[in-house]
DNA sequence: ACAGTAGGTCTACGGTGTAGACTTGTCAAC
DNA sequence: GTTGACAAGTCTACACCGTAGACCTACTGT
């Protein structure tokens, strides 16, 4: 029997580990906290073992980004019309990123690498073709509409506020003062919606607003590309 | 008749240069050039020196999106219908921000606070009214098609690319092979889209693409709030 | 003439990503 | 069994970053 007391102490860092504790981390305090020397010794080794592992930092965050595209649960094909199911993408797309906006962001350049991105994306044109597009067209709106829709999760009201409440609120409630303390005879609308735009009603209907947006306008350009 | 040989030695800092040549950095260098010690030197001067101008990086940061923000030529109010007037509103920030792809996206946490950003979200939401919104329905609705245009701007196809022409077209290069060999039979939209995806068409019918996706969306979730 | 101050300097600190040479446990092949 | 190869982790060091705090110093208003 050789010398391993608890599978190998040697090979103690697990990747997988690694990209865990780095979402995680990201979650609570930030992208910036992402630090190779803090992911090091949250798992109680050297910075450099992580290139043992990872080729740079940026190829770690790619592997965070990858796990997020790895989490989408694309619906099943259904009979229903092309919009309704592109609707049903977009969703299950939103629902992947919406636990981790501050890292959203970081899937924008993976969706044409990763797996699940890949499928995502040649579900979305087999849709948007089924609707009635050209593929070149269709190549065009579906990269569009997948930015916004990552967009819509980065700057998800709140996203990239400081993570403690009371911080946040304060921080919340200046930004309403500050608008409110405009002039209402330069900016009457701003000034009377300033709650809203500052943060908006409710976290589900800004999304669902999000992705009708989007959805209403792939359907609005649909017949005339020269509009 | 004092001691200034010309315009006083001493004050050879002007803050609106600074702002000027970070600009300048970022655009040609990507974003992550503009350092205060590469600044200061460009301005030959100590890096401390910038902080009797701004009071962290950050506020440097700022006043470069301010500064682009007040670049908007916003169109005069004329008597064409609502959403041919947002489309001209829209088209004017866009063409302010489409210089400088790199710093685009610091204007995203400006637009309620510079006077030029100010001034275009009260119009905006001035349109929408007259389209038929609700106060609170249009700035959310707003809210969203500024930042889907910001984005439109900082995902130009090309852009976050390296500046040097060869290595830029290397990567693009790259990236069309890459997709271009997935496999056919998983990825056939996306193998024969390739060419699009990786870089659309042109970059004017990218834009002319983006802004009517917004405006159609606008105007598709006009009438009914709850679709 | 003098005090105040705005603008620029110097030094230093703690943080970052990462290159390169080194150690060491593990396993395969002779 | 011994011996190598090798994968995984370590150590040291470097260049760079933003910025705090004390300092100088030339100008300005009184």
């Given at each position: 029997m050789?010398?391993l007391?608890?599978?190998?102490p040697?090979?103690?860092?697990d990747p997988a ?8 981390l990201a ?24 290139y043992?592992?990872?080729?740079d930092k940026?190829?770690l965050?790619?592997a ?5 595209l ?5 619906p ?15 969703a299950?797309?939103v629902?992947?990123?919406r636990p ?10 993976r969706?044409?690498?990763a797996e ?14 089924e609707?009635?597009?050209e593929p ?9 509409a997948?930015c ?17 409440p ?6 919340l409630r ?6 409110g303390?405009?002039?209402p ?9 300033a ?6 009603t409710?976290?589900?209907r ?6 009708d947006?989007?959805?209403?306008g792939?359907?609005?350009?649909r017949?005339?590309p020269?509009?």
């Amino acid at each position: 029997m050789p010398t391993l007391s608890k599978e190998t102490p040697r090979r103690g860092l697990d990747p997988a580990k690694v990209i865990d504790s780095a979402l995680l981390l990201a979650d609570t305090e930030g992208l910036a906290a992402v630090t190779l020397r803090r992911l090091a010794q949250s798992h109680q080794v050297t910075p450099m073992s992580l290139y043992r592992h990872f080729a740079d930092k940026s190829d770690l965050l790619n592997a965070i980004a990858d796990k997020l595209l790895a989490d989408i649960d694309l619906p099943e094909p259904t009979g229903e019309r092309w919009d309704r199911q592109l609707r049903a993408v977009m969703a299950a797309f939103v629902d992947a990123l919406r636990p981790h906006p501050n890292v959203a962001g970081l899937t924008l350049t993976r969706i044409l690498v990763a797996e699940s991105g890949l499928v995502m994306a040649e579900r979305t044109m087999e849709l948007l073709i089924e609707g009635g597009f050209e593929p070149e067209y269709a190549a065009e709106v579906g990269r569009q509409a997948i930015c916004s829709l990552i967009v819509l999760v980065t700057t998800e009201p709140g996203a990239g506020e400081d993570p403690e409440p009371e911080i946040r609120e304060q921080s919340l409630r200046m930004k309403r003062a500050t608008l409110g303390a405009l002039d209402p005879k330069r900016y009457p609308l701003i000034t009377s919606a300033a709650d809203t735009l500052v943060c908006p009603t409710s976290t589900d209907r800004y999304y669902t607003l999000g992705i009708d947006l989007i959805v209403a306008g792939i359907r609005g350009v649909r017949q005339d590309p020269d509009a």
